[in-house]
């Protein structure tokens, strides 16, 4: 059962924040980014196994009709989340190419615990995770030649943002084709229905159904690149109150698949840990080696210059972050360019730590070093436990996604009375530091019309001043689905460093309409994070984190 919490903080701030109207000018933000911003990082994610089914599949057009195909792809797969720019799917033997008329492609998120597509195409959409994104849209798809087990790429307009935890739906219109399709690829098998499609794309419901799915691979332009290896075991390093090590963790350009501006590192839980308490350095370096070996100095393997991205940052992993969940950790003090091409050494230098983190890992020879003397010139000892990993690239939203341990929601309901509501966002559910250029929240349900008058929006960082980002009216759009995000751009960039708390108020004179806004409660983790009327000093807490998305540039 859904647990309800009424005119509860940031949810209402993002969301009352986002739905457009007019809106006046803020004031003075936390500054501002340089006149250069980084480039946007890209990375491609095998979003299917590679396990062959010979027969191949069809998935675009055929030569007298237009087919309709949706395909469901599982984020425990992708392995990603970030702005999609295109997708790729191998070929099941040589194409000479084609051209496909009246062609779309729809993207939308579905529910993790979704594991199968109904055969009604409409059923498998507006499920509560969010209307469905056309990112392509074009009276004639040129299909590129290619020989067999090629990638054919079809690029898409970066306008949908995958949020890493729901699975993605792939819904393709097209057809009919010049040279007789379908376009055929390659297929690996599915445990349920993954795969649909029907040749009369007015139909309703799909006369084929499989359970094997194209080999597909999704192209991602920033966001957030998870090295999951798929072990079962737990590694109390780095941050281990016992030592004060020094580490080297190797991971392949294979396995990264990308290249651009790194903003981020975070790792995956292995445990529901305590509070952890932390100060560290960490560099990251291009290298050559395939493998790390002891009685080498700590530069060593490095080709070119490292690059320092923490130097004696403090931070503290919270009690109550369930086994599974990932965390980032502060990179305040620089952005590694990755070339794609090396091989990357995460290195972590951990001056102290008051507890133990246990993190996932994988059993993998010659991919870590570590000297328990952080002081040391030299590596020491061999660990075949190499840590989970994901990377932030550059150019994409940050999502924040909340632990439900009870799935929560906030009611933002009508009045005409002043209201002020705040919350705090960690560095490690950030994950990164940069101008904060617009906020949201994801909706539980759909909203209906209504207006926030003399709507204000304030944030501030850890013991810092307060800015006012938004100030204006706005109107909510009745259009809205659930799961829809609901976003507002500043009009005042806000300058966040990534070491402290992110708080956020806002402050309104007369509303109508209602709107609710997708949260989670955990009574550990979020203990008394959130206050309906904290700003007025008549805070009443709550244990609750509601789900957000930033804009940020650096």
């Known amino acids: 059962m859904k647990n309800t919490k009424l005119l509860s903080i940031i949810g209402i701030t993002f969301a009352l924040a986002a739905c457009g109207g007019g809106g006046g000018g803020g004031g003075g933000g936390g500054g501002t980014t340089g006149p250069t911003l980084l480039g946007t990082g890209n ?5 299917t196994t590679t396990s062959i089914d010979a027969l191949g599949g069809g998935l675009i057009g055929n030569l007298s009709a237009q087919r309709h195909s949706q395909v469901l792809l599982q984020a425990s797969t992708i392995k990603g989340a970030g702005t999609i720019e295109a997708l790729e799917f191998q070929l099941a033997s040589d194409s000479p190419g084609d051209n496909c008329d009246n062609t779309t492609i729809k993207l939308s998120h579905l529910s993790a615990a979704t594991n199968a597509l109904n055969v009604t195409f409409a059923n498998n959409i507006n499920q509560g995770q969010g209307a469905q994104t056309l990112v392509l849209d074009t009276t004639s798809l040129a299909i590129p030649a290619g020989v067999q087990n090629d990638y054919i790429r079809i690029p898409v307009d970066g306008s949908f943002s995958y949020n890493g935890k729901d699975n993605l739906l792939v819904d393709i219109v097209a057809g009919p084709c010049d040279s007789g399709g379908p376009f055929l690829t390659k297929t690996s ?12 794309g007015a139909q309703a419901v799909a006369s084929v159904q499989l359970t094997n799915q194209p080999i597909t691979r999704v192209v991602f332009a920033g966001g957030e690149n998870r090295q999951d290896f798929g072990g079962t075991t737990g590694s109390t390093f780095p941050f281990n109150a016992d030592l004060t090590p020094k580490l080297q963790y190797l991971y392949m350009a294979a396995e990264i698949n990308g290249s651009g501006p ?3 590192v975070g790792f995956q839980t292995f445990d529901t840990g305590l509070d952890n308490n932390i100060t560290y350095s960490m560099r990251l370096m291009h290298t050559g080696v395939a493998s790390l070996v002891t009685g080498t100095e700590w530069d060593s393997p490095r080709v070119g210059e490292a690059t320092v991205v923490a130097d004696n940052v403090s931070f503290t992993i919270p009690a109550g972050i369930p086994a599974g969940e990932w965390m980032w950790i502060p990179m305040p003090d620089g952005v590694f360019d990755y070339n794609g091409t090396n091989n990357l050494i995460v290195e972590i230098d951990v001056h102290s730590a008051t507890a133990i983190t246990n993190f996932q890992a994988t059993s993998l020879t010659g991919r870590a070093v570590f000297n328990a003397d952080n002081l040391a010139t030299l590596s020491t000892n061999p660990t075949t436990t190499l840590p989970d990993v994901q ?20 009611d933002i309901t009508s009045g005409s009375f002043a209201m002020a509501a705040s919350t705090g966002v960690l560095p490690i559910e950030l994950g990164g530091k940069g101008t904060i250029t617009s906020v949201a929240c994801r909706l539980e349900t759909g909203a209906s019309a209504g207006t926030y008058q003399n709507l204000t929006l304030k944030m501030k960082e850890g013991t810092g001043s307060t800015y006012v980002v938004y100030d204006g009216n706005f109107t909510l759009d009745a259009a809205l689905n ?4 609901v976003e507002v751009p500043l009009s005042t960039g806000f300058a966040y460093s990534g070491l402290d708390n992110l708080y956020v108020w806002l402050i309104w004179s007369n509303a109508t309409g209602i709107l609710t806004c997708d949260a989670g409660e955990n009574l550990t983790l979020y203990n008394d994070r959130s206050a309906n009327g904290e700003y007025l000093g008549i805070g ?7 789900t957000l998305r930033f804009g940020i540039e650096q």
């Open 262 to 264: 790194i903003t981020g």
């Open 43 to 47: 990375f491609t994610k095998q979003a």
């Open 482 to 485: 659930a799961g829809d995000w």
């Open 189 to 200: 098998s599915a445990p349920h229905i993954s795969h649909i499609y029907d040749n009369d």
């Open 540 to 546: 009443t807490a709550a244990s609750v984190l509601p």
């Open 391 to 410: 990377f932030r690239f550059n150019g994409a939203p940050i999502h924040v996604m909340p632990v439900k341990t009870i799935d929560s929601q906030f």
